[in-house]
């Protein structure tokens, strides 16, 4: 099993030194879903929230939050990113919404903490421009999807571990 990077030998928190590394292209997918109440899914659906255009404002949130990673997480480090996107697919069926951020940039460390960031931030401004017609919204199942380039190589979370 590998160890883990962001601790010393001694046990201490630490950013990890990535002078030495390559720089390569590095691109990032992560989703997740947020379920709500079929009132507040046609709410959203229909574009009838009181406070506005939901999905939009959480696309831009989503964005704004993948430049903003470095700052939220302790040891990540500050990326320059080539580019950073949110969609979303409505699930009717589940009264659901499915976020999914896409990351990229040249670097010499990856993006995935920017795309699970991007997915985190979306659904949350999803619930708080919603908590006011449903505060049991569930916010679930975020998680790499695939991410490509660097040392490690490339991942895809329906690969076999």
Known sequence: MSEFTHIDPAGNARMVDVSGKEITHRTAVAEGTITMS????????????KKGDVLGVAQVAGIMATKRTSEIIPLCHLLNLTKSGVEFTLLSEQNAILARCTVSCDGKTGVEMEALTGVSAALLTVYDMCKAVDKRMVLSDIHLIEKHGGKSGDFRFEDKA
């Open 38 to 49: 079929p009132e507040c899914f046609a709410m959203v659906a229909e574009g009838r929230a």
